[in-house]
Every structure is written in C-alpha cells, then in structure tokens.
C-alpha cells in the first residue's frame, strides 16, 4: 500500500504518469465489475472511462483513510452504476459473446461453457442488488471481504452473511435449472 499513496500522492501533483499507472492498474477491475452491475459492455466501457475522468478530476480531494485507492475508485463506478440503473429502470447482465470462452475450445466446449455462463448470469438475476454486488466485488474483481465491507459502507460480517446467503441462493437455483 505504500507504493500505492507514493503513486496516488504523485498522480495529486498532476504527474500524468502516475495516474496512468493507476489507470492500468485497476482499469479491468472497474470494467469488470462495471460490466456485471449494468449488463452492457460498451456502456460499461465508457462508465469505466468516466469514472477514470472523475477520478481525475477530483483527485486532489482524495483522502488515505487506511483503505486501497481502489475502494475510492470503486465507490465512484458504484455512485454510476446506481445512476444508470435508476435512469434505465432495468437490470440485465452481461451480453454473452465470443471473447467469454477461451480461443482454445473446441466448438462443443465454448457452447457447453457460454450455457453454463447463461444459467450463471440468470440466476444471478434473482439476487438481490446487495447479493449482485457483494458477488461482483469478491468475485468478478477479486476484492478481500474487507475491501468490499469498505467500499459498500457496511461490516465485514455483513459482507460475509451476504456473500453467504447469495451463494446459497445461487446455488439453489443453479440446482433446478440443471434438473
């Protein structure tokens, strides 16, 4: 972490480099999880690159409170996505595509792995947008129980009870869609 606030105290002082270290950084993860939560990759990638452009701009306000750099970004994709969500009224996942299975599979392999990710995707759609998000965070970007406790406001053991609960329920779902 202290490399991280040399990084994030340099890119304060408007050392463009430092910032586009930071950007490739976390860049992904904020994709990522951008892409989960709105369920449309090319507006996740433009949110994405406004978070960055907000990022920015308002990194001179930027404050260490004992937390990754990445929480502050996170909080500011989640402050978009629950905009875009309450503009679109809608709550869809992430349109399935080529680039999901690996270039590697063979043809009955990519279809038996893009329908696995179609029965994943639905039953994440029974979630709820507290379950969808604790999944994103740990899951899709990787985050410990206390980063996602950060960026959510909420407790690490309200993070785990989440994360729990959404499993269990994932898989609840999971085992009657495949009877």
């Keep these: 972490m202290q490399g991280e606030e040399s990084l994030v105290q340099r890119a304060k002082n408007n050392d463009q480099e430092a910032f586009a270290q ?28 406004q978070v960055f452009l907000n990022a920015l701009q308002s990194i001179s306000s930027f404050r260490w409170k004992g937390v990754p750099f990445s929480a502050w970004l ?6 978009q996505a629950v905009d875009h969500l309450r503009k679109n009224k809608k709550r869809s996942t992430v349109p399935l595509d080529e680039s999901l299975a690996s270039s590697g599979d063979s043809p009955p392999s990519a279809a038996e792995r893009k329908m696995d990710i179609e029965q994943l995707l639905a039953a994440t759609r029974r979630l709820t947008e507290a379950q969808r998000e604790v999944i994103s965070l740990r899951f899709t970007s990787e985050l410990s129980i206390a980063q996602v406790a950060g960026i959510m406001g909420k407790s690490e053991g309200a993070v785990k009870a989440l994360q729990h609960s959404a499993i269990v329920a994932l898989r609840r779902t999971m085992l009657v869609t495949e009877q």
């Design 74 to 79: 996170y909080r500011i994709a989640h402050n």
């Design 22 to 49: 930071l950007y490739e950084e976390h860049f992904d993860k904020i994709y990522r999880y951008l892409a989960l939560r709105i369920g449309n990759e090319m507006e996740a990638e433009d949110m994405t690159q």
